[in-house]
């Protein structure tokens, strides 16, 4: 793999889904269909959905690429694949509430070792360089010129005073149970793969998640959190979270910033 190309190509699209998606928000209503696991589906899902999908098979013809909006992807397999999320945290976007994000990730082996997370509504944009390490850009976001950008990296966590991250439209009693086994000095909540990025800036220390996730859902969040010195590990045992399992559906899973010490769950 070219990672400069990757790089350049990944930031690009999800800029351009970005775009497309924020037309969309700002407009006028649009439809919520469901689709057959009841999940929400909208005209901005689609949209970015085609255009990232038409940019990386472009980009990278001979590269295996899952999408969630692509059902007949779901089926493939491989060692080496492209894996996205064009609009995560579609109830976020449903509801209006800015916590949504675009999410493209290069998986090896099981590890998703490149990603970029867009939260368009936020201003925000994530993503592992071509050398794989986490920065957060900042600026206009022009799709030509690269703009100011910081590497990120993960806090010093203090055990005695852990700062939480949860979901805010998926919270239940085994992640609250879980959370209670630590000493935590702030909660907050946050929607789709921001969680992620919020432990890769040092915002947060812990995001545990007991609840049902895609691997589209977590995979570009978790490159850009292993790329600024974090990691994530299965809820059970506490092995790493890995990628390409049968039907792409994660175990539950504790993303965390290195220096925590993890209680078992």
């Known amino acids: ?17 970005g775009d497309a998606i ?9 439809e919520v269909k ?9 005209a901005a899902d689609e949209a970015a959905d085609a255009l990232i999908s038409a940019g990386l098979r472009s980009a990278f013809p001979d590269v295996t690429l899952i999408t969630e909006e692509q059902s007949d992807s779901h089926s493939l397999s491989g060692q080496t694949f492209l894996i996205v999320d064009p609009l995560d945290g579609t109830k976020e976007f449903v509801h209006r509430r800015g916590d949504f994000t675009v999410n493209i990730a290069y998986v090896v082996d099981g590890l998703p070792i490149r990603g970029v997370v ?9 993503y592992t360089t071509a050398d794989g390490v986490a ?4 600026g206009e976001f022009d799709m030509e010129a690269v703009g100011p950008r910081a590497q990120i990296s993960v806090a010093d966590p203090d055990q005695s005073a852990l700062r939480v991250v949860a979901s805010k439209s998926h919270r ?3 992640t609250d149970d879980y959370i209670a086994k630590y000493q935590v000095s702030d909660i907050k909540s946050a929607g789709s793969s921001l969680k992620f990025c919020l432990i890769a800036t040092g915002e947060a220390d812990l995001y545990p998640r007991a609840g049902r996730t895609m691997e589209w859902d977590t995979a570009a969040g978790h490159a850009v959190l292993n790329g600024a010195g974090g990691a994530v590990v299965q809820f059970d045992d506490l092995s790493p979270l890995t990628y390409g399992k049968p039907g792409y559906e994660n175990p539950y899973f504790i993303a965390y910033a290195k220096g925590l010490k993890l209680m078992a769950s």
């Open 135 to 138: 920065v957060e850009e900042t």
């Open 34 to 42: 469901t689709k057959s696991d009841d999940s929400p589906v909208t």
């Open 172 to 174: 239940d009693q085994a």
């Open 1 to 17: 793999m070219d990672f400069e190309k990757l790089e350049g190509v990944m930031r690009k699209l999800a800029l351009r889904a």
């Open 118 to 126: 867009y939260a368009p509504a936020k201003n925000r944009i994530f």
């Open 22 to 30: 924020m037309a969309i928000y700002n407009g006028p209503d649009f």
